[in-house]
């Protein structure tokens, strides 16, 4: 009689690994190690979910950020120690900007530990503090464990789960690294939920009328819709608040693309004074702002100094109404109340409509740089713009890609674009990182199975090169753009923007001055595709070619002058 084979012992990793998956989570992006190569090794050999191997830490963190982003959940598994912490800085821009990403690591075991003790042994990796991940991984999400043992671990897993899920934000895992192998009985088939908290009763009501009143006193209300109503699946409660009320809306910039960028309702991205100039006169002109969602920055300064009286805020983390705080409010509750008395109301909906939206070539030709206009040719940041969307608008694309952006000219720029589709600006305007938007790449393009449509400074990028090189081995067919003046513009502008002025006299200071990179020999060596465009016409060229099928990333140098300054910037610059 033959022996049967041994049927396999399921696993601490596993159990975890059962739970991504029964959330949509089909790609998990890592980056070897030592101590966490029990848990790389099952993830290997796990059906469903597919390792992304990237290149080195910030990559896979970034990436997992924008995968998060567009698919509800993601994780990233990283070594004890020299990975978590070179990952730290983009889980801390997952935590500001609410997106749900699981830490997956692994620190010594429990026989390490032991021998540690006993003889004064430092292990690699570690500062001597064997807690030390956990202790500062713990100020950047919004749960944390360290698994000791197999005992409990399924219940523990489960509740960091639910946490990522409900607060759409980080949490971290790790376990002694033997405990990854360790036996654990399956999750039952059922996914898990977030938890769906409820406000209480009577200040809910109290808030909702103290609103109300405000509401119904101004003349020119407004919506303000931002990013925690996309991560919280509570669009269509803000769709039918913009229905039932009539008012007009606009959007943070982390927010932008909360709905689609259409209807008669959206008046256009409100982004301070990089905004387009009827965007604000409408928001200086409005009397009451019904602000949900939203995660009000240092880039909205003007705002709230000036608003502060005439604004109804609700997130995930405040109920305010003028100088009235709530406590035990939430936000989809309060949405939802809202919606019943505007529907309860005849004055409602208002018959207010958005101004057109600028007709082409607007809004990019009045804000391009003047120094410029008697050379059609010469790149700036708004003809990029300009010459970019009239493609992607023209060859019906824009349902079909979805834009990264890290913190850079080209971020504000391009928050005066209209008509993308829901779901489809990724940026980092809140932590505002330079090089985010490199590494979240791949990640968006793999969540939300568009194609990644990446505008990068060249500073940005030159701090994440590596991440073509994940394109090229996951044969993605991305496109990165890296706007290439050779400068730190941004950084420029917050310290002196009179080295922006035509003339020999006008520097840049040395720590903005950038090194010159061949980007066609970069491309080439990591096997990608690569354009290079120094004028207008070049641009156009090779738009046309990016149409081309292919399962390689295109990397795009786009040539504008040092000095090329966006009035958008000006204007921030100068505020």
């Excluded at 033997?178 to 939920?193: A, G, H, M, S, T």
């Excluded at 980092?428 to 990644?452: D, H, M, N, V, Y």
């Excluded at 795009?556 to 610059?573: A, C, F, N, S, Y």
Aim: aromatic share 10%; net charge neutral.
């Amino acid at each position: 009689m033959k022996d049967k084979t041994p049927t396999k012992v399921f696993t601490v990793a596993d159990y975890l690994l059962t739970r991504l998956k029964q959330l949509n989570v089909t790609e998990l992006f890592q980056i070897p190690g030592d101590y966490v190569k029990n848990f790389t090794q099952a993830l290997e050999n796990f059906d469903g979910i597919k390792t992304i191997g990237t290149s080195n830490e910030l990559d896979a963190a970034y990436a997992a950020d924008a995968y998060g982003r567009t698919r509800g959940l993601a994780a990233v598994s990283l070594q004890y120690g020299v990975s978590t912490y070179s990952a730290l800085n983009a889980i801390a821009g997952a935590y500001v900007e609410r997106s749900p990403v699981v830490v997956i690591s692994a620190t010594p075991g429990a026989d390490a530990r032991q021998i540690g003790s006993m003889y004064n042994v430092l292990y690699h990796h570690s500062t001597g503090d064997l807690n030390a991940d956990q202790d500062i991984f713990e100020k950047v999400t919004v749960a944390a464990e360290t698994l000791s043992t197999s005992v409990g671990a399924a219940e523990k897993i489960d509740h960091l789960i639910i946490a990522a899920i409900t607060h759409q934000r980080p949490v971290y895992i790790a376990c002694y690294k033997e405990v990854w192998l360790e036996p654990c009985p399956k999750p039952p088939k059922k996914k898990l939920q977030p938890i769906i908290p409820k406000s209480e009763k009577a200040a809910l009501n109290n808030a909702v009328t103290q609103a109300w009143k405000q509401i119904t006193n101004a003349k020119s209300p407004m919506i303000f819709a931002g990013v925690e109503l996309l991560r919280h699946g509570l669009t269509k409660e803000l769709k039918e608040l913009i229905e039932v009320s009539g008012m007009l809306y606009t959007t943070t910039s982390l927010g932008k693309t909360v709905l689609d960028e259409k209807g008669d309702k959206f008046i256009g991205t409100y982004s301070d004074q990089a905004s387009i100039p009827q965007v604000l006169t409408l928001v200086e002109a409005a009397d009451c702002f019904i602000n949900l969602g939203t995660i009000i920055t240092d880039d909205y300064l003007w705002f709230v100094e000036n608003k502060f009286e005439d604004i109804i805020i609700a997130t995930t983390e405040e109920m305010r109404v003028g100088y009235f705080t709530f406590q035990d409010v939430t936000l989809k509750d309060f949405m939802l109340a809202l919606i019943e008395r505007f529907k309860d109301d005849k004055a409602y909906p208002l018959k207010t409509k958005a101004p057109a939206q600028p007709k082409f070539p607007e809004p990019w030709v009045s804000n391009s740089d003047i120094k410029f206009n008697k050379k059609p040719e010469i790149i700036t940041f708004n003809r990029f713009f300009e010459h970019s969307m009239k493609f992607l608008k023209k060859e019906k694309m824009l349902d079909d890609i979805i834009m990264n952006f890290g913190v850079s000219s080209s971020m504000y720029v391009a928050t005066n674009a209209y008509g993308l589709s829901q779901n489809t600006y990724i940026s980092s305007a809140a932590w505002q990182c330079i090089g985010f938007e490199t590494g979240a790449t791949s990640g968006s393009q793999l969540g939300s199975g568009k194609r990644s449509w990446t505008v990068a400074g060249d500073g940005g990028f030159m701090m994440i090169a590596q991440s073509l090189s994940t394109l090229v081995k996951y044969k993605l067919n991305s496109v990165i753009f890296v706007m290439s003046n050779g400068v730190y513009a941004i950084e420029q502008v917050f310290v002196d923007m009179d080295s922006f002025k035509a003339g020999p006299k006008h520097k840049f200071d040395g720590f903005d001055i950038l090194p010159t990179w061949d980007y066609q020999a970069l491309a080439k060596a990591f096997g990608a595709h690569s354009y290079k465009a120094e004028t207008i016409s070049e641009l156009n060229d090779v738009l046309k070619n990016l149409k081309k099928k292919t399962n390689l990333p295109t990397l795009v140098e786009i040539v504008i002058p040092k000095k090329d300054l966006p009035q958008q910037m000006e204007r921030i610059g100068n505020e």
